[in-house]
């Protein structure tokens, strides 16, 4: 590559580091990538942190020490994060999306792949510091979300099925009691898809009673991994008991009536808990 | 948003960009964000220009006039593409990855987010300027190359699945047969999850002898909808024929033998494709 001044530098750094968040980059990488001396790359990366944390994109973490070096950690500021879960409330509430028996038709939220990757950085905001192996979802719906999130935080992400498909080599399956119909249904996850002991955050679109990740903690039982967290797009309102107790949402439904075409919504606890990790 | 010298805009600019694909951002919109004069924020643009070019991030497109501005059109360069290309045919050739049948295990390639966005900027490259409306794909390890593919374009994904859920609203489906087991399935696609007459690209993990991207293609029809392409991640070797002819392949089986645990790859022919558009 040839020599930059600090204006292409600039470019060059911002897309780089956008590119590999979580990951440890030396200064002598961005120093040989741009045949720059160290202490041009310090004074460099010093103007991409301001604008960084001061614009709310995340943290650049800096390392000190011979093995030293720099680290790109996405999250979001309080004000962004806030709008984003007030536009997400706002768009559940469309009535148009209410189908027949009091569901809502969420595609059209789940597939835009740029919003899934703003939400995706909610969690990861919140989750950054919480040494996640991977995140795992169940067929089909979370998958968007789970990407995205994985994404952010450069882990890989883990599908469970509902089905047993022979491209996925031995499986480990349990059964679990869907929460909200009391039926028992079957749930498996290729062996080769998550390592031992790793730290998992579950992830889905939609949590009801809790049934669904109550079966994915049983599973990563089966894999003696930690489930460091659970994440959700949209609780559903009035659930008598739930299975699971710490979970973060987004949105959370608090009256969804077919007959008066009414979906209203609050926001999650994300925003508490966002504000919680920031010391805010 | 507190004023910034040019060091600071680059930054920001950069950051914004990646953030908004295919948009077209006006040089008002940036002014005001810097608050800065528009001739500064040419000069800016002009620099982050000639960066994402050199380095093959994408092409910056400026549009003038009262209603003009600049757009980020992310591609990659033959360099970059040949090398991704490679590694991924390399990583096929693991034979840990063979399962019994001859099928091959590929979800630590499609379970990991980093490369799928990496796979996803060579396929969004060679259908930039074919004005894609909607990226289809069906249930479930087309999805990861789905969305990333929408991402960079900036389009929505539309999910095709194999069942039928009350979530989904009204359906379309259709009858297609598998084209290497010769069954007859059935797929089917939400009503409201597609535009009629949109543009589409549809995109798979693998194919085989095609049934599965006929039957989408013979889906689309039931929405008006164009075929503007078909991207596959994998080809298998030695099909008698196949049912769709126009397709692109990152990767192409070459010899698949579960006795003598060898799998054999060659390149797809996505490179002459991506060296097509370049106009190299």
Redesign the interface.
Known sequence: ??K?K???R???M??YL??HPHQLVSLSYFSERYQSAKSSISEDLT??K???ES?G?GSLLTIAGASGGVKYVPTVNMEEGTELVHSLCEKLEDKERL???G??????IL????L??EIGRLFAAVYANQHIDAVMTV???G??LA??I??YL??????V?RDHR????SMVSINYVSGSAKRIQTMSL?R??LKEGANVLIVDDFMKAGGTARGMMDLLAEFNANVVGIGVLVEAEDVEERLVDDYISIARLEKVNEKEKQVQTVPGNFLDKLKEVKGE
Not at 103 to 108: A, C, G, I, K, Q
Not at 111 to 114: L, V
Not at 154 to 159: C, F, H, R, T, Y
């Open positions: 590559m040839k930059l600090r204006s292409g600039l470019v060059d911002t897309y956008l590119q103007i991409v301001e604008i960084f614009q994109f189908l027949p028996g569901y809502l038709y969420m595609m059209d597939g835009k792949p740029q899934m990757n067929a089909m719906k998958i968007p990407y995205a994985g994404s450069d882990v890989p992400v883990s599908i099925r022979v491209t996925e080599g290729a080769r898809s």
